[in-house]
């Protein structure tokens, strides 16, 4: 049966909420891009304050994105995003012929 997958999954909540921002910002833009902030951020860019503010409040929701993936049910939505919606992109003809 080659059309699914097992997975098994752990996750240690006490360590991800002991993540420093930089550890957080890394594993969002494993998954992500992330935004010109965050990135600058994470590569420890001399930045302005009021950027260097943005990119803390940036990875305050990147922390709480990924504070959702413990939950099960959070978690497959996700896989279901990042694997359905490149492969209907692919497989689906978007051009209109005339």
Not at 31 to 48: A, I, N, V
Request: hydrophobic share 40%; charged share 25%.
């Amino acid at each position: 049966m080659s059309n699914h997958l097992h997975i098994v999954r752990h996750v240690d909540e006490k360590q991800a909420k002991n993540w420093s921002s930089h550890e957080v910002l890394r594993r969002w833009h494993a998954l992500h891009k992330g935004t010109l902030f965050t990135q600058q951020y994470s590569r420890g860019d001399t930045m302005p304050d009021y950027v260097l503010e943005l990119a803390e409040r940036s990875e305050d929701a990147c922390r709480g994105a990924l504070c959702l993936l413990f939950e099960l049910e959070d978690f497959m939505l996700f896989l279901i995003y990042k694997i359905g919606c490149p492969a209907l992109v692919t497989t689906y003809d978007w051009r209109v012929t005339l």
